[in-house]
C-alpha cells in the first residue's frame, strides 16, 4: 500500500495549483457545514432555553376546574423518584388586587396581580429568581411570612423597592381583606407579563394569606433533558393516585409551534449540509476524472511495469482520501474560527452573544469525517476509470 500513496502523493504535488484549490473548495465546505450546523444547535438550545428553560417542563393539576392538590406533598415525593426529573415543586396561585393611589384630583385605580405560593428552594431551580434580582447583594428571597419578591415592571409602575410594604386586597365569601406584605427582592424573568403581574412567596405564606389550607394549584416538575419529557410524562401519570382526578401535561403538547420551528430549522440545516457535501464530491470526482485523462501515460507507463489495475485505482482513490483530510483538516480550522469571530462579534447590548454557540467535539469529528469519506466516494468513479485504461493503447496512442 505503500507505493501507491508514493504515487498519490507525487502526484498531487505535481500539481501543485489544482490541489490548492481542491484544498480550499473542501475547507470551504467544511466550514460552512460546521458553522451552519452550529449556528442552527446553538439557535435551538438558546430558543429552548429562553421559551422552557425557566419554566415547568411538565405539570400534574387538577382535570376539574377550580379544583387543587390535597396530598401534594407525597406526589412529590412519589414523581421526585423517576429517573430524569430533576425536581418537583408545588405552586399555589392566586389572584388579588393592590389598591394604587391616584395623583391629586384623581381616583384611586388598582391593578391586577398573581399572587405565587411556592416550594421557593425547589422553585428557584426551575425559574432562577435569586439569579434574576437586579441587584443580588442587596436582595434575598422571602424566609419570613408575609415577605415577598417582585417583578422589575411591578417595582417601576408602583414605585416599590426593597424593604417598602404595601397592601393587597384578597376576596373572601362576603367582602375584601387586605394582608401587608414585604418586598425582600426584585426579580426580572425578561418578560414583561410577569414581571408586571407576579408576587412570589412561600407557599405557606400564601396559604395563610388566602387561608386555603394544605393544598397546591399545581405540582410543577423540571427534567435533566427538556426533550425527555413525551417519555418521561407516562411514567408520571402513572405516578399519581389512581381517583385523584389529577393529569400531568408536558410542555410539547403546550408549545407545538415551537417545536415545528424547531423541526423545521433542523431540516433545513441537514439540506443545506446535504447540498454542501454533493458539491464536494461533484467538484472532487470532476477534478480526479481531469486528472486521470492528464495522465493516462503516466497511469499507462506504470500499469506496462507491472502496477495491477486494483492498485491503479487505488492510486486515485488515495489522492481523494489525502484531498479530503487536508481539506478537513483546514476547513475545520476555518469553522471554529468563523464560530470564534461570530461569538465574539456579533453581540447584544448588554455584551452577550446574539447566539450562544459552543464547540460540540462530537459534531466537529463528525464533520470531518464526512470530509474526508466524501472524498474518498468521489474518487471512485475516477478510480474505476483509471482501472479500465489499457497500457498499449495508451502508450501507442501517446
Known amino acids: 500500500m505503500l507505493l501507491p500513496f508514493k504515487i498519490a502523493l507525487r502526484f498531487l504535488k505535481s500539481s501543485k495549483g489544482q490541489t490548492i484549490l481542491i484544498t480550499l473548495g473542501i475547507a470551504i465546505g467544511v466550514s460552512v457545514q460546521l458553522f451552519i450546523g452550529l449556528l442552527i444547535q446553538g439557535l435551538q438550545a438558546s430558543l429552548v432555553d429562553k421559551t422552557v428553560g425557566s419554566t415547568s417542563h411538565i405539570t400534574i393539576s387538577s382535570a376539574e376546574t377550580d379544583k387543587n392538590i390535597d396530598n401534594y406533598a407525597d406526589i412529590i415525593q412519589t414523581v421526585s423518584a423517576i429517573d430524569g426529573i430533576k425536581v418537583a415543586s408545588a405552586s399555589l396561585d392566586k389572584t388579588a388586587f393592590i389598591v394604587v393611589e391616584g395623583a391629586e384630583g384623581q381616583n384611586d385605580s388598582s391593578e391586577y396581580i398573581l399572587v405565587r405560593g411556592l416550594t421557593l428552594d425547589k422553585a428557584d431551580t426551575i425559574y432562577k429568581f435569586s439569579d434574576s434580582f437586579i441587584d443580588k447583594s442587596t436582595m434575598n428571597m422571602p424566609s419570613l411570612p408575609n415577605e415577598v419578591i417582585v417583578g422589575k415592571e411591578f417595582s417601576e409602575t408602583l414605585g416599590y423597592t426593597v424593604g417598602n410594604q404595601f397592601e393587597i386586597s384578597i376576596a373572601t365569601r362576603d367582602s375584601y381583606k387586605t394582608e401587608t406584605v414585604t418586598i425582600t427582592g426584585i426579580f426580572d424573568l425578561k418578560v414583561s407579563s410577569l414581571n408586571k403581574t407576579w408576587v412570589v412567596s412561600d407557599i405557606n405564606t400564601v396559604q395563610d394569606l388566602f387561608d386555603t389550607g394544605t393544598i397546591a394549584s399545581t405540582i410543577e416538575i423540571q427534567l435533566l433533558d427538556v426533550f425527555a419529557s413525551d417519555t418521561i410524562l407516562p411514567e408520571v401519570t402513572a405516578a399519581l393516585p389512581p381517583a385523584s382526578l389529577l393529569r400531568a401535561v408536558d410542555w410539547k403538547a403546550q408549545n407545538e409551534s415551537l417545536l415545528s420551528g424547531l423541526n423545521g430549522q433542523t431540516i433545513s440545516s441537514l439540506m443545506i449540509q446535504v447540498f ?10 470532476s477534478v480526479l476524472i481531469i486528472s486521470v485523462i492528464q495522465r493516462q501515460k503516466q497511469i499507462g507507463i506504470l500499469k506496462a511495469m507491472g502496477i495491477k489495475d486494483g492498485m491503479s485505482s487505488i492510486i486515485f482513490l488515495t489522492q481523494g482520501f489525502l484531498l479530503g483530510l487536508m481539506g478537513a483538516i483546514v ?38 469525517a464526512i470530509a474526508i469519506t466524501a472524498s474518498t466516494l468521489a474518487s471512485l468513479l475516477p478510480a474505476a476509470k483509471s482501472k479500465n485504461l489499457n497500457p498499449i493503447e495508451v502508450i501507442r496512442n501517446g
Open 276 to 285: 454542501v457535501v454533493i458539491s464536494v464530491v461533484l467538484s472532487i470526482a
Open 331 to 368: 476547513g475545520l480550522l476555518l469553522g471554529i474560527l468563523l464560530i470564534v469571530a461570530f461569538t465574539t462579534f456579533a453581540l447584544n447590548p448588554d455584551g452577550t452573544p446574539l447566539i450562544p454557540m459552543k464547540l460540540d467535539p462530537g459534531f466537529i469529528a463528525l464533520s470531518g
